[in-house]
């Protein structure tokens, strides 16, 4: 339900959705939402996951790449902002790089985390431990934006990007 309620509100909002470019799971249950409310969507896939994540033929635009490191790029350049909904190990890892970047200076995105039912509870418990122990900085977990609802996260992300009424979100 949150990733169709993200699609549609991108839609609504007249945003576009820049994302991983698969047809399954909760990336293709946003692309989908996203397209039914006319958001134009870029998806962008490695070769290699184009047969195994069946690739998404409905796509605005569908960029197939190499690598996976040309992927990141390619969807960094063309986002406004940065979204994480609940994922696996490639959520984490994407998160985790637009977050760093975003900390180094190699860009300027706000970045949100969707805390859908819970599910990075024990993630942002981790993290303000991590704050608390000084392995990282309040200021480094300032640049992570988490919230439960998202439409008000993503009302949020657009606000702090300083975004036209036509944002351009990238889905992690």
Not at 30 to 43: K, N, Q, R, T
Not at 52 to 64: F, M, S, W
Not at 83 to 96: C, D, N, Y
Not at 134 to 157: C, I, K, V, Y
């Amino acid at each position: 339900m949150a990733a169709q309620q993200v699609g549609t509100w991108i839609g609504r909002h007249g945003g576009q959705l820049v994302y991983g470019g698969g047809k399954s799971g909760l990336m293709g249950q946003v692309a989908d939402a996203a397209l039914a409310a006319g958001a134009p969507v870029i998806g962008v896939i490695p070769k290699a996951l184009v047969d195994r994540e069946c690739a998404h033929l409905g796509c605005t635009e569908l960029h197939i790449v190499d690598t996976m490191h040309e992927r990141k790029r390619k969807m960094a350049e063309r986002a406004d902002a940065f979204l994480a909904l609940p994922g696996g190990i490639g959520t984490f890892e994407e998160l985790f790089e637009v977050w760093t970047w975003r900390q180094l200076g190699y860009h300027d995105k706000p970045i949100g985390l969707l805390n859908v039912a819970g599910y990075y509870d024990k993630l942002l418990d981790f993290l303000n431990s991590a704050t608390a122990q000084d392995f990282m900085g309040n200021w480094q977990l300032s640049l992570l934006r988490s919230a439960t609802d998202a439409p008000g996260l993503l009302s949020e992300l657009v606000g702090a990007a300083g975004m036209s009424p036509a944002p351009h979100l990238d889905q992690i």
